[in-house]
Nanobody
């Protein structure tokens, strides 16, 4: 059974940090394109970061470059998003996305809420 389970969200003050985790089961992240998206109320879903095989290519939205880092742990079958220097505009539900090799449609996690507020 395929599952993507996000964790690590919460309430943080501006300038703070959070580390999101996305743990996968039923497929391997090492052979998948993995992404983090976010969706704020009233806004479109936005791609935040991508990590892809085989060379762990990464890509980031301009709004998070230099502040967020996506990484992958093949042994844990998980993907992480380290978020530093958080801003109120980073407030959103963060969702994990997975597109395994040879699959046409992605898997999505249920999301984890990140709120940046003083």
């Amino acid at each position: 059974q395929v599952q993507l389970v996000e964790s690590g969200g919460g309430l943080v003050q501006p300038g703070g940090s959070l580390r999101l985790s996305c743990t996968a089961s039923g497929f391997t992240v090492s052979s998948s394109i993995m992404k983090w998206y976010r969706q704020a109320p009233g806004k479109e879903r936005e791609m935040v970061a991508t990590i892809a095989t085989p060379n762990s290519y990464t890509n980031y939205a301009d709004s998070v470059k230099g502040r967020f880092t996506i990484s992958r742990d093949n042994a844990e079958n998980a993907v992480y998003l380290q978020m530093n220097s958080l801003k109120p505009e980073d407030t959103a539900v963060y969702l994990c996305y997975a597109l395994p090799l040879r699959r046409l449609s992605p898997y999505w996690g249920q999301g984890t809420q990140v709120t940046v507020s003083s």
